[in-house]
């Protein structure tokens, strides 16, 4: 018999509500009890004093790299740096090579996964053949594989009847279509926010309307198909309108938005650091305030960090020739956290919005605490002060624009299924 006894921690439990001093023991994978005058025989004990005690959070959006590109990530190291993250599940995109578009891929990821990572791996699987955008992928057999979502990440399926049949076939088996949104014919060249920024660097534009068009599209076909729509890593203050109206009219969408579109606007990029350079890009100061807002009112539902490693030698190039994307696992909890110490959300709010509500959008256990539910727990100490320094992290990548800077908050204990599998002085568990 296992036994984990977190002690003095603040518990917070947004599914019940539940903010309170208490202690908790984990028992046999499970939440065994709650209370004063636990003192267990035979417990790890886990010391929370000033700590948060929180149901373990689950990321919407995460590259893993494996199969095809082990050299930037792989499901080992990626799960490493989830756990390091708080993250007791992450949901993993279907670009790698070969494309999860088949069963086999599928059942690939998930064997590694059982073997190699801490924590859950969920994998999402392409909704088009090859990511294409041009034949549907079998979403019933990908679907009793494991898949848990339906996403062309990174492309955009800009043929609306490809997309109609794709939110179609999604509601046979109830999950979620998630939607890289951006018009590629708007995009163009563009590898920065359209704008004053994008003038002074020089570079062509990527303007927010090629998120917005999209964002309105993709809402009309799941009104009209009755699926669920979940819109990934939310840029503008224009989807986030869009959203919001539809979710007013009854459409079942979600969404997410990133850590770093929370953070930084466009003006990051003007040192030309290809660590800022991702898709969608940064955007204006009105947008993340919009994005910032949405996530507080909720019509964000959800913060996925679009943890997405690429090597050091494919970054150090010129900034319109590297790749998209940064890595988030070991970031978000602090980067996040700054919308908390800002009054933006209350602690509970925080929780919902990185453990209950993504899993409630993956519909996975998870994202509560209760008496007899497994044990995915993770511990926050919101005043730890660290400096991020991606070469002594569990990620295989460094292309972080953290690097170096001093953060406030961070992941101290992960729990998944009842087992530690991360403590900050004692490094991955598992
Ligand atoms: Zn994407």
């Not at 267990?40 to 590259?63: K, N, Q, S, Y």
């Not at 076909?221 to 939310?234: D, K, N, P, R, S």
């Not at 256990?365 to 400096?387: C, K």
Request: charged share 25%; proline share 6%; aromatic share 4%.
């Amino acid at each position: 018999m296992s036994r984990i006894w977190i002690r003095g921690g603040r518990v917070l439990d947004p599914a019940v509500e539940l903010d309170a001093r208490v202690d908790v023991l984990v028992e046999d994978g499970r939440i065994a009890a709650f209370g004063d005058d636990l003192a267990p025989t035979g417990a790890e004990r886990i010391d929370a004093d000033g700590c948060w005690v929180m149901p373990g959070f689950v990321d919407l959006h995460t590259h893993l790299r494996e199969p095809g590109q082990e050299y930037k990530e792989d499901i080992a190291s990626g799960g490493r740096a989830a756990a390091a993250g708080g993250f007791t599940a992450v949901a993993c995109m279907a670009n790698t090579n070969p494309v999860n578009d088949d069963p086999s891929v599928t059942d690939f990821i998930l064997d590694r996964a059982r073997q190699d990572a801490p924590v859950r791996v969920y994998p999402v699987a392409a909704a088009t053949r090859g990511l294409r955008g041009e034949t549907m992928t079998e979403m019933v057999a990908l679907a009793a594989a494991g898949a848990v979502a339906f996403s062309d990440d990174g492309q955009t399926i800009m043929n609306s009847g490809v997309m109609r049949r794709v939110l179609e076939y999604s509601r046979l088996v109830g999950a979620p279509v998630i939607v890289h949104a951006e018009d590629r014919t708007l995009v163009g060249e563009g590898v920065v926010n359209e704008g004053p920024v994008s003038t002074r660097l020089g570079l062509p534009g990527n303007p927010a309307v090629a998120e917005s068009v999209c964002v309105a599209r993709d809402l009309m076909l799941a009104e009209a198909t009755g699926a669920h729509l979940h819109v990934g890593h939310v840029s503008t203050a224009a989807a986030v309108e869009l959203i919001r109206a539809a979710r007013g009219r009854g459409v079942h969408v979600t969404a997410e938005v990133t850590p770093h579109h929370l953070a930084l606007t466009d003006e990051a990029t003007l040192g030309y650091d290809t660590n800022t350079k991702m898709a969608p890009p940064l955007r204006s100061a009105a947008d993340v305030r919009a994005c910032r807002r949405a996530l507080a009112d909720g019509t964000i539902d959800a913060v996925a960090t679009d943890h997405a490693p690429h090597a050091v030698h494919e970054k150090e190039v010129d900034f319109a020739e590297a790749p998209n994307g940064i890595i988030g696992l070991e970031t978000a909890v602090p980067v996040v956290l700054e919308l908390v110490r800002a009054g933006e959300l209350t602690p509970l709010e925080w929780v919902r919005r990185m453990a209950t509500n993504p899993a409630r959008i993956l519909k996975r256990p998870g994202g509560r605490l209760a008496v007899g539910t497994t044990a995915d727990v993770v511990v926050v100490d919101p005043e730890r002060r660290w400096t991020y320094d991606p070469a002594k992290g569990f990620s295989k990548s460094r292309n972080s624009p953290w690097a170096g800077q001093e953060m406030v908050g961070r992941a101290v204990v992960t729990i998944v299924d009842g087992r530690l599998v991360y403590h900050v002085d004692r490094g991955v568990l598992a």
